[in-house]
């Protein structure tokens, strides 16, 4: 069992562990000699979002680095899809981006990349663990060896350029008037200029980060704001990324939003009928609609199920050698161009589509009627109620009920102490009152001491 590391690297309030200056420094030196391997210069790139405390675990990691003798490369705030690919470009052996995503200002996290330009192994995370654990004083560099750091001042533009190659060359969004909202994050420079450099008007919203407003009330969490912006300007589309722009929603131009899945399944199309389509399949996680499902069904696509996040989406698109894979909430893995969810390169794909078909987003973008779905989260103390019997034996009696039409899904969340319960049929009163049954079983169990 990890101490540290959730499911996707370490998350948490800022200055309270796991997310404090002491963590964040061990974690730099333990990181940093697990990744010396060879004897040349080894190196780790540094990036963060717009957080304030970003400064502080940012200072915390490059004095662990340098202490282990690996030189760091700083780039500042860039989305995490950015530290991906730079770390493969630039040949560094490690990457970091200091991000808690789409939580709110006050949370701050860690996420590393190996050289390869994916998040790192349950291996890897386990046995840097270890070394946190140890005393690492002896392994650390000699006063000589000790590392250096310097700042890559064109980092943003060698992203840019990197997110526009993804964008068909033939094509340009000159007419095409999109708002974006970054959500005072990490992308809240490189997404407008990219779209602005293929040709678009751009309206920007969410580009002012204060470091306490990241997230807040705009972006992908809160669209509120977007769709109201597409009306009101009477834009072509909206854009919401997150906090580190590695998810995306969109809004049509009669601001509406369109999910996940059905990003998923009008890229799917577009590349399946463009014979780019690798592995006759799609991976998404356990929380997608089967409308997804039906309607790849009839591309003749399987639809591959993983866990929750997208990690294990990576993990599952590399054995089945698939070249597309997200999550409902926005998370967009394009492998033919990142090793990550970038919620930039996923939204040009979408634009790219507009461009060729010429008919608007709200006719074009969806893809399939979603079966009726409900999520809700049952909150509770200890330890996780879902491993008692009474649990297990009505969760069986629920997906009996549902044999052949729908689908009950129960997990534990990754960052809270919550109980997560999903369920979809296309009777939307029979998806209620089975989610609402189980909720009652979930409130009402009590796990021993």
């Given at each position: 069992?990890?101490?540290?590391?959730?499911?996707?690297?370490?998350?948490?309030?800022?200055?309270?562990?796991?997310?404090?200056?002491?963590?964040?420094?061990?974690?730099?030196?333990?990181?940093?000699?697990?990744?010396?391997?060879?004897?040349?210069?080894?190196?780790?790139?540094?990036?963060?979002?717009?957080?304030?405390?970003?400064?502080?675990?940012?200072?915390?990691?490059?004095?662990?680095?340098?202490?282990?003798?690996?030189?760091?490369?700083?780039?500042?705030?860039?989305?995490?899809?950015?530290?991906?690919?730079?770390?493969?470009?630039?040949?560094?052996?490690?990457?970091?981006?200091?991000?808690?995503?789409?939580?709110?200002?006050?949370?701050?996290?860690?996420?590393?990349?190996?050289?390869?330009?994916?998040?790192?192994?349950?291996?890897?995370?386990?046995?840097?663990?270890?070394?946190?654990?140890?005393?690492?004083?002896?392994?650390?560099?000699?006063?000589?060896?000790?590392?250096?750091?310097?700042?890559?001042?064109?980092?943003?533009?060698?992203?840019?350029?990197?997110?526009?190659?993804?964008?068909?060359?033939?094509?340009?969004?000159?007419?095409?008037?999109?708002?974006?909202?970054?959500?005072?994050?990490?992308?809240?420079?490189?997404?407008?200029?990219?779209?602005?450099?293929?040709?678009?008007?751009?309206?920007?919203?969410?580009?002012?980060?204060?470091?306490?407003?990241?997230?807040?009330?705009?972006?992908?969490?809160?669209?509120?704001?977007?769709?109201?912006?597409?009306?009101?300007?009477?834009?072509?589309?909206?854009?919401?990324?997150?906090?580190?722009?590695?998810?995306?929603?969109?809004?049509?131009?009669?601001?509406?939003?369109?999910?996940?899945?059905?990003?998923?399944a009008l890229i799917a199309q577009s590349w399946a009928r463009e014979g780019r389509l690798v592995g006759n399949a799609v991976v998404a996680t356990v929380m997608s609609n089967m409308g997804l499902e039906r309607f790849l069904e009839k591309l003749g696509v399987t639809l591959e199920r993983t866990a929750v996040g997208d990690r294990y989406v990576v993990e599952r698109m590399l054995e089945r050698q698939a070249n597309i894979g997200g999550e409902q909430s926005g998370?967009?893995?394009?492998?033919?161009?990142?090793?990550?969810?970038?919620?930039?390169?996923?939204?040009?794909?979408?634009?790219?589509?507009?461009?060729?078909?010429?008919?608007?987003?709200?006719?074009?973008?969806?893809?399939?009627?979603?079966?009726?779905?409900?999520?809700?989260?049952?909150?509770?103390?200890?330890?996780?109620?879902?491993?008692?019997?009474?649990?297990?034996?009505?969760?069986?009696?629920?997906?009996?009920?549902?044999?052949?039409?729908?689908?009950?899904?129960?997990?534990?969340?990754?960052?809270?102490?919550?109980?997560?319960?999903?369920?979809?049929?296309?009777?939307?009163?029979?998806?209620?009152?089975?989610?609402?049954?189980?909720?009652?079983?979930?409130?009402?169990?009590?796990?021993?001491?």
């Amino acid at each position: 069992m990890k101490r540290f590391f959730g499911t996707d690297g370490i998350r948490g309030t800022a200055n309270i562990a796991p997310m404090t200056v002491e963590i964040a420094q061990k974690l730099g030196q333990a990181a940093g000699l697990h990744f010396k391997r060879g004897d040349h210069r080894h190196s780790v790139l540094l990036g963060k979002d717009t957080r304030l405390s970003g400064y502080m675990i940012e200072s915390a990691m490059v004095s662990g680095f340098l202490s282990a003798g690996m030189d760091v490369t700083l780039v500042g705030p860039l989305p995490t899809p950015a530290i991906a690919m730079l770390t493969r470009s630039l040949r560094a052996d490690l990457g970091v981006m200091i991000s808690a995503s789409h939580n709110p200002f006050g949370d701050n996290g860690i996420k590393l990349f190996g050289p390869d330009g994916f998040k790192l192994s349950d291996q890897d995370e386990s046995e840097i663990e270890a070394m946190m654990d140890q005393d690492l004083t002896a392994r650390l560099a000699t006063p000589e060896h000790i590392g250096r750091a310097s700042r890559l001042n064109d980092a943003a533009g060698r992203y840019i350029e990197s997110a526009k190659a993804s964008f068909p060359r033939k094509l340009r969004l000159d007419g095409m008037k999109i708002v974006i909202d970054c959500a005072n994050g990490s992308a809240y420079r490189v997404a407008p200029t990219a779209l602005w450099e293929l040709g678009a008007e751009v309206i920007r919203i969410g580009c002012e980060p204060n470091g306490v407003n990241i997230n807040e009330n705009c972006g992908s969490t809160h669209p509120e704001a977007l769709c109201a912006a597409v009306v009101k300007h009477k834009a072509n589309l909206g854009i919401a990324l997150d906090g580190d722009a590695d998810r995306v929603l969109i809004a049509d131009e009669t601001g509406q939003l369109i999910d996940g899945d059905q990003i998923l399944a009008l890229i799917a199309q577009s590349w399946a009928r463009e014979g780019r389509l690798v592995g006759n399949a799609v991976v998404a996680t356990v929380m997608s609609n089967m409308g997804l499902e039906r309607f790849l069904e009839k591309l003749g696509v399987t639809l591959e199920r993983t866990a929750v996040g997208d990690r294990y989406v990576v993990e599952r698109m590399l054995e089945r050698q698939a070249n597309i894979g997200g999550e409902q909430s926005g998370h967009m893995v394009l492998t033919d161009f990142a090793t990550t969810g970038d919620g930039l390169i996923a939204a040009l794909q979408i634009l790219a589509v507009l461009v060729q078909d010429g008919r608007p987003a709200s006719e074009v973008c969806r893809m399939f009627q979603p079966f009726p779905q409900k999520l809700k989260n049952v909150r509770y103390r200890g330890a996780c109620p879902l491993d008692l019997d009474e649990v297990k034996k009505r969760q069986a009696d629920v997906e009996r009920r549902l044999a052949g039409r729908g689908r009950l899904v129960l997990r534990k969340s990754g960052t809270e102490p919550l109980v997560r319960v999903m369920a979809e049929a296309e009777d939307a009163d029979l998806v209620d009152e089975v989610v609402d049954q189980m909720c009652d079983v979930l409130e009402q169990v009590r796990v021993p001491a």
